[in-house]
């Protein structure tokens, strides 16, 4: 198996991960579009602080996902193709 085969793999094991664990709180490791590395600690599923129906989550696909930030208080939306690592089920996982 190739470097790139591998990572394919194991980005897909991540983002299967990742929506399973809907309503429950995961850290998630990504690269920005700018290009930086940014660490999220927050939770998928969260309807709470949203402004007169409108859902953030809405516009999901299967490569866009939004989480809640906790630290920061908002949504934020990344692509698992930017995925870098996650923490989530007791599992930590990243890539190289």
Known sequence: MSK?????KARNLMTDLLYEQ????????F???SGRIRELNGRLG???YLTKGLD???ADTLELVTIWDRNAGGYRRFSVDRLRGL???GMSLRLN
């Open 31 to 33: 690269e920005t579009r």
């Open 56 to 58: 953030p989550q809405a």
């Open 22 to 29: 809907e309503g429950k709180f995961v850290g998630v490791t």
């Open 46 to 48: 969260v309807h709470r």
């Open 87 to 89: 923490r989530a089920g």
């Open 4 to 8: 790139l085969q591998a990572q394919i």
